[in-house]
């Protein structure tokens, strides 16, 4: 059974810097996963946040985000970071870690390609 859990929300200042971390328990080796961020405002749709592939760790950052986050995985720890650099307010979001077999093909930014969610974890930006 695959498990997601995110650590490392909380406050944060406008303009500072946040990580999250998301650990992997289950059976399979966690390389054989790829892992994305998603964020979800009450009301509103999942969006895409960034990505990192399994094998080659190859990444992928959303729009709104790209210059400000880095993804990164260790699979020796089962764990995937993201670091978010100038935070702003409308960061502010419950964020969620996704897993998903490398094996499954497709977009990366689709939420609905990912069968493995955490529980989320909010992050609030403060003045």
């Known amino acids: 059974q695959v498990r997601l859990e995110e650590f490392g929300g909380g406050l944060v200042r406008d303009g500072g810097s946040l990580t999250l971390s998301c650990t992997y328990s289950?059976?399979?080796?966690?390389?054989?996963?790829?892992v994305a961020w998603f964020r979800r405002a009450p009301g509103k749709d999942n969006e895409f946040v960034g990505s990192?592939?399994?094998?080659?760790?190859?990444?992928t950052y959303g729009d709104s985000v790209k210059g400000r986050v880095t993804i990164s995985r260790d699979n020796a720890k089962n764990t995937v970071n993201l670091l978010m650099n100038s935070i702003k307010s409308d960061d502010t979001d419950v964020y969620y870690c996704?897993?998903?077999?490398?094996?499954?093909?497709?977009?990366?930014?689709?939420?609905?390609?990912?069968?493995?969610w955490g529980q989320g974890t909010q992050v609030t930006v403060s003045s």
């Open positions: 289950g059976e399979e080796s966690f390389g054989r996963y790829t």
């Open positions: 996704a897993g998903r077999s490398t094996i499954i093909s497709g977009a990366v930014t689709h939420p609905l390609s990912y069968a493995y």
């Open positions: 990192i592939r399994g094998r080659g760790g190859a990444t």
